[in-house]
């Protein structure tokens, strides 16, 4: 959520008047010293959230501050106020606040700077500026996801961010929850972002968000896909993020483009000067479809196709079963020769 620089100032009027706002918005919780506790950010009873109801107006101890301690979430009185509202915008957050301090509408700027237009929710745009929100995935619950799955690879991952507190709704009619997520950018043959993907994570880093739909994409994705380094003559294409990470751990140059689905591999746009690509099989009757799609429209473009297949249902599977080294020589028969020197870590 993005907050103007008058955030600032209506925060502080909220935290000279901290105990009020929690008996309001957590009202499941209880004052003890100068804390008032609470289960959570979303008013669960319970007692891992503290809230400070006294100090300074800024800096270490502030009043109006809140930590979470099971899940290290922190924030002020404003977050507290959009998410037991349910509200994702922040001029609804601030109009909230006002309401309960008895404020007035700021007056309008006389020469007032032009405000973004807020982006479909789904759109390219809103995708875009997703990614741009979030941040790299080094040192991050991310980085720890992925080496949980084996993948140690992670050079030129710049399509991959984190995002510390990713919106989730598991449908319509239910409130907005916050995971850290991994923010995946899909892209076009010119680099243009047009999509994005997020994978929820477990804030212990060790394994999805306990949800029901840990994985969803946005943005147009057809033709597209997520890319790592950028393809030439040879390439490899597949499915899954985690599947090309994973070659990526014994194949370290060649380029790789995960669609994300069997459909969108079926679909996906050759890169101009293309001349084989490696088409990366997931062990299902979606994937066998996808590669034979594939093969296809790859040899009415003239190029050569080669089929990349797993052990197991795909190649992290693999990778996490039986250790790089065995994936290592799996993968090597099934390559072209040249193409062994050029692209494998040996």
């Known amino acids: ?43 669960t009873p ?13 800096g270490k101890g502030a009043a109006g501050k809140w930590t979470d301690a099971a899940t290290g979430e922190h924030g002020d009185l404003l977050d507290i106020i ?9 001029h609804d957050v601030e109009a909230e606040a006002r309401r309960f301090l008895s404020l007035p509408r700021p007056q309008a700027n006389p020469d007032p700077k032009p405000r973004p237009a807020s982006a479909p929710a789904g759109s390219p745009e809103s995708a875009r500026r997703l990614f741009a929100m979030s941040q790299p995935i080094a040192g991050t619950i991310v980085e720890a996801y992925l080496r949980t799955r084996g993948i140690t690879a992670l ?75 950028v393809a030439r003559d040879v390439a490899a294409a597949g499915e899954g993020i985690e599947t090309m990470l994973s ?7 060649m380029p790789m483009m995960a669609a994300l689905s069997a459909a969108h591999l079926a679909a996906i746009l050759f890169p101009t000067m293309l001349r084989r690509l490696y088409v990366v099989h997931d062990n299902d009757p979606a994937g066998d479809g996808a590669v034979a799609s594939l093969f296809d429209r790859a ?15 795909d190649f992290n ?26 692209f494998m870590r040996l």
């Not at 959009?82 to 922040?90: E, N, P, S």
């Open 1 to 43: 959520m993005t907050m103007p620089g008058y955030a600032g100032e209506l925060a502080r009027c909220l935290a000279r008047e901290a105990e009020a706002v929690c008996r309001r918005y957590l009202s499941n919780g209880r004052r003890e010293g100068r804390y008032w506790l609470v289960g959570d950010v979303k008013n």
């Open 317 to 342: 599977d693999d990778l996490r079963r039986f250790g790089v080294d065995a994936l290592r020589a799996a993968v090597r028969v099934q390559l072209v020769p040249g193409d062994v020197a050029r």
């Open 299 to 313: 040899r009415a473009a003239r190029i050569d196709a080669v089929a990349l297949s797993p052990h197991g249902d």
């Open 247 to 253: 070659l990526r751990c014994v194949m370290p140059n």
């Open 46 to 58: 319970g007692r891992s959230m503290f809230v400070r109801l006294s100090g300074p107006e800024s």
């Open 155 to 229: 050079h030129e991952t710049g399509a991959l961010r984190f995002h510390p507190r990713c919106y989730y709704r598991p449908d319509r009619y239910a409130p907005t929850e916050t995971w850290p997520a991994m923010i995946a950018a899909v892209t076009d043959r010119d680099g243009r972002i047009t999509g994005a993907h997020r994978t929820w994570l477990d804030p212990s880093g060790h394994d999805k968000a306990p949800i029901d739909s840990p994985r969803r994409a946005m943005g147009h994705l057809l033709g597209n896909a997520v890319r790592f380094t």
């Open 82 to 90: 959009g998410r037991t509202c349910d509200l994702d915008d922040f």
